[in-house]
Each structure stands twice: as C-alpha cells, then as structure tokens.
C-alpha cells in the first residue's frame, strides 16, 4: 500500500496543511492583531481608556471564542461560500480558520501588550511621544518575545484547527487521517498522518520559541 | 521668569467611588538653575505631584507654567512638544529592556525626528560624559543600577531639556551609588543649567544637592524655601522630623541616625551651629558653669549646601530652674536653639 500514489497524497497534504495554517496565521494576524492592540489600549489600565471600544471588542472575541470550532466551521459554511465559491477544499477552510484564530490571536497580543511595564510607558510618554508612538515604538518592540510566543502557540492551535476541518472535507492531513483513519479503516495512514501533524507541530514550536528567546534581550 | 511655577494645584483621584485627595492647594515656584527637592513620606503626593509638572498627570484644578507657559492652555500637540523639553529620570530606571545603551539614548531623539547618524553621535558624547562610553552596545539587563540610572541621565539630556525631574531616582541604590549620581546631578546642573527637581524620602539627598525644598505631607506642602534655611529653622513637625531621621554623614548612609541613647522624658535642646569651632569650648564651658550634667543625645556635623553645620540636641537636667538658666545661657551667646518635643528615634 506504500506506492507512489500514496506519498504523493501525503506530501500533498503537508502542502495543503501547511497553506492553510500559515495563510489562515498571517490573515488572522492582520484582524487579530490591530484588535488585540485596540484592546489592550482602551481596556480601563491602559494607555487611552475607552470603555465602548472595549466592551464592543472583548464582547466579539469572547462569543466567537465560546462557539466550538467545529461547529464554527458547520454555521459558517454559506458565508464560505460566498467567499471563496465553494465551501470544501483548503482554501475554503481558511475562512474559518481565520474568524476563529482572529480574536483568539487578538486575546494572545492583549495579554502580551499588557506585559509591558507601564513605567517604560510613562518615560516615552515624558518624552513626548505621542500614542502611536507609544504602540508601535515602544509597546510591540518591548512585547515582541512575548508576541512571537503567543504566535507561536497561535500556529500550532490553528494547525490543530485545520486537521479538525478534515471532518468535513478540509484538506489537508487531517482530512487524510479522518478519509483512512475512520472511513477506511486504513490505520496505517491514520497514525503515518497523525506522525507528521506532530513533526510539524514540533517544528513550528521549536524555531518559534528559539527566535524568541533570540531576540530576548532581557537576559 | 521662574522654570517653573505651580499655582493652587489640586489633584484627586477617583476610584471606585473614592476620592482620594492626592495634592491640595499647592503653590510652589522653582526658579531657573534650581536644584529644587521636593520631600515627603511615602504617599505623600510627590510623585503625583511632578507627574503634574509636565502634564503626565492633568490637574483636577489649578495652574502649572513652564517659563511663563500655562500647559493646561496647550493643545495635545504642543503638550507633547513642550514635555520634550521636560526631561524625566525614575527610580526603576525604565529603560527599553529590547534595546541596547546606544539605541536607548537615541529613542527621545529618534522620537523627535533626529537622524539616526545624528542621534548615534550625539548619544555617543552623552555616554561619554556619564562615563559609559564603553557600554554602548550592552543591554540595560546586563548593567548594574548605578549604570542604568547613567543611561537614564544621558537619554533625559539628549533633546537638551531645560528641566530634569526626578523621581525617587537614587531610591533604588547603594549610598556611593546614590552619591556618585547626585555628584553628576550637580555637575549636569552646574555645566549646562539644566533646572533640577529631585524627589526623595531622604533628607539627606536635599542636604547634599539642593539649594531649596519642599515638604509635602498628605498632599499638602508644609513648607518650602532656602535647605540652610529650613535645616536651621525647620518650622512644621514634618520637616523636624524629616531632619532627626537624616542620618549623620553622607547622603543615602539610610534614614536612621545613629543615637548614643534612646531619646526619651526630659526637656530637650536642639541647638544649630553655622561653625564648628563653637562647638565643644561652649558646650564643656556651660557643663563647669553649672556644674550639672547635659545629655549629647545626638551631634553632628552636616554638609548643607556646601556649608558645614554643626547640629547637636541636648537633654537638659531634670531641675526646672537649671533649665531656664541653661536656656538663657546659650541665647546669650546668640545661638539658635529650639526645643524638640515628642519622643524622637
Ligand atoms: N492613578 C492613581 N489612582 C488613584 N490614586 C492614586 C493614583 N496615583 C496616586 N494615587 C494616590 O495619591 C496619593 C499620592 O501618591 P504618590 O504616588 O504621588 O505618592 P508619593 O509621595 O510619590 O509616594 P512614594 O514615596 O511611595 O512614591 C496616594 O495616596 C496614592 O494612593
Ligand atoms: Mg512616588
């Protein structure tokens, strides 16, 4: 059963497992990431309050986060096809995956912004920088190991996603594992795929967190 | 026209229905080339206080002007500018933990539009003149505290401010530290006339560095003026208090005096002396005039700005009678004396 057709079909889904995370990652970072900036910024402690923005914002990220993926991916099924034509197939699922990821990613660069010490904050601040100034000079650079951890994790998250969107026809490995593992009985290829959906976690989470701690300079 | 002039400042704070009244009514005016101390116990207000000198934290009343400027009459823009002029040192440092020495002291340039070639050289000089020349390309975690506090001073002094506060900023230091800083402090003040304010719970950093002080008490300024002044003649409870726990010696040697004995009962003396030759023929003369013993509770020599000054306080003999002749005594030979109430350590 080892043939060429079936590691074509493997290499094929690390491909489509691997575009589908990382589009879905950089898209989701496109919305999370301002979202997560706003909120950390006008959340009660931080450095312009706004408590509508706020609740309007914390009040999305938590009713989407509540809805289980699975169940994301059902609801969301016509609002994908709208989008990209067609409700099946890898890039289908990105869309999914990006409205789950987004406020998930937006929670992660929140808690991040909010790790840095105010007293940083407070001395740009004296020097006259103004807001934006404060965010993306002072703010993202002091948070950027925290950041690249929590993008880190985020990936490999969203990687877990997309082997779940295999259930219903997402492509990919996970959609290998399920096809084989659980419609064919085909064992073999469930735990060959489940093997490299591990190797590539350990991937993303090992040079994540190296660059990190690389571009930590705490120590 | 003064550096820096406070007029009728309140601020409150309010918090979960709250009021906490952090300053009121304070009026102050810091005069250009000021070393200017501001004292006070913990929560006292002080910090809220500076916060206001550039607007980091906005009045709930009052008035703060910069060289004849009302800040709370600027725009956000022209607020930003000015607090770029207003330079900022802290007790943590607050150094960008991500950047090294170098880039730390081209942040407030690079902020105000400064090339980046232009910010290096300049940040080169300023490091060399904190004496740090060799640290550019460390990281503030890899410096010790006194270090940090270096690249602080050389960061406020590149957009040439007019104006240097300080919080607390020799708080979190040992005393040669904290005296090694104080001594650049006083040359950045003397070399290029930069307008100090410094912040402290430790008289002795007023003594060493200051030419004026305030003391604030629960938000309240008790009192301010001349440091000789205020050491010799310390008018409200706060500031005699604040100057019993001055320790003897150098600045930062920590806020407790040495006492040869637990002050305590008896009638107490405290006598200023501007010269020490005073001290010990006047002090043994009255012994063998009276022939009763007085208790050195406490003598030291002070160095207040620049002037050697002779503190000594006195518990007299029980005998009421002897205490009015003692007292008598020493006004005849024209000195200052007080009497220091209260049980003191
Ligand atoms: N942002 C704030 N919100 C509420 N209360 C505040 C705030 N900032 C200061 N206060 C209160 O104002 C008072 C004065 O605080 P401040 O920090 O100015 O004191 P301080 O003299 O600097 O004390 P320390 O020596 O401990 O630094 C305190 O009672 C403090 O709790
Ligand atoms: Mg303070």
Redesign the interface.
């Known amino acids: 059963m080892w043939n060429n057709q079936v590691i074509i079909m493997l290499l094929e889904g690390i491909r489509d497992t691997l575009y589908m995370t990382l589009m879905s990652t950089v898209i989701g970072y496109v919305i999370g990431l301002p979202m997560g900036i706003l909120l950390a910024v006008t959340d009660r402690d931080g450095i312009r309050p706004n408590a509508v923005i706020y609740k309007l914002l914390d009040v999305t990220a938590n009713l989407i986060r509540s809805v289980p993926f699975l169940i994301l991916l059902i609801v969301l099924i016509p609002f994908t096809r709208f989008v990209v034509g067609k409700s099946y197939g890898p890039t289908a699922t990105i869309v999914p995956l990006v409205i789950a990821a987004a406020p998930y990613i937006a929670r992660m660069v929140e808690s991040s912004l909010k790790e840095v010490?105010a007293?940083?904050i407070?001395?740009?601040?004296?020097?006259?920088?103004?807001d934006f100034?404060v965010i993306t000079?002072?703010m993202l650079?002091?948070a950027?190991?925290s950041l690249i951890v929590g993008a880190t994790i985020s990936l490999g998250t969203i990687l877990g996603y997309s082997a779940m969107a295999g259930t219903v026809g997402g492509g990919g490995l996970g959609d290998i594992a399920i096809r084989y593992g659980y419609t064919r009985w085909q064992t073999d290829i469930m735990v060959v795929t489940v093997i490299l959906l591990v190797i590539l976690f350990q991937i993303f989470q090992t040079a994540g967190m190296k660059l990190a701690s690389h571009?930590?300079?705490?120590? | 026209m003064a550096a820096i002039e406070v007029r009728h400042l309140y601020k409150s704070f309010t918090q979960k229905g709250m009021t906490v009244e952090a300053l009121s009514d304070i009026n102050l005016t810091v005069e250009q080339g000021d070393i200017y101390g501001i004292i006070g116990m913990s929560g006292a207000g002080k910090s809220t206080l500076v916060r206001c000198f550039n607007y980091l934290e906005r009045p709930t009343d009052g008035q703060v002007l910069i060289e004849g400027r009302e800040l709370g009459s600027l725009t956000e823009k022209e607020l930003r500018v000015q607090r770029s002029e207003i330079a900022m040192i802290f007790q943590n440092f607050n150094l960008l933990m991500q950047k090294n020495v170098l880039d730390n002291i081209c942040f407030p340039m690079r902020l105000s539009g400064k090339k980046k070639s232009e910010a290096r050289q300049r940040a080169r000089e300023l490091l060399a003149m904190v004496g740090l020349a060799e640290k550019e390309r460390a990281y503030p975690a890899q410096l010790s505290g006194g270090q940090k506090q270096r690249v602080a001073i050389a960061r406020a002094l590149a957009c040439e401010p007019k104006i240097l506060l300080c919080d607390e900023a020799t708080s979190a230091l040992d005393p040669q530290t904290t005296a090694a800083i104080l001594e650049l402090l006083r040359e950045i003040n003397r070399s290029l006339g930069i307008t100090i304010i410094i912040i402290t719970h430790q008289m002795s950093v007023i003594r060493e560095v200051c030419n004026r002080v305030a003391i604030i008490e629960r938000g309240v300024l008790v009192e301010n003026g001349r440091v000789e002044e205020i050491f010799s003649h310390p008018k409200s409870r706060a500031a005699r208090e604040l100057i019993l726990r001055d320790g003897p010696g150098g600045a930062g040697e920590g806020d407790r005096p040495v006492l040869p004995e637990r002050m305590s009962g008896g009638k107490k003396l405290r006598i200023v002396f501007s010269e020490n030759s005073a001290f010990e023929p006047l002090i043994a003369n009255m012994i063998l005039k009276f022939g009763a013993p007085v208790n050195i509770l406490r003598a030291d020599t002070k160095n207040v700005g620049g002037v050697a000054k002779g503190e000594m306080i006195l518990g007299l003999p029980e005998d009421g009678h002897l205490q009015i002749d003692i007292e008598k005594y020493l006004k005849e030979k024209g000195l200052e004396i007080e009497e220091v109430t209260g049980d003191v350590e």
Not at chain 1, 122 to 130: L, P
């Open positions: 010490d007293g940083v407070e001395a740009a601040r004296s020097m006259g920088a103004s100034a000079r002072v650079v002091e950027r190991t571009l930590d300079k705490r120590k």
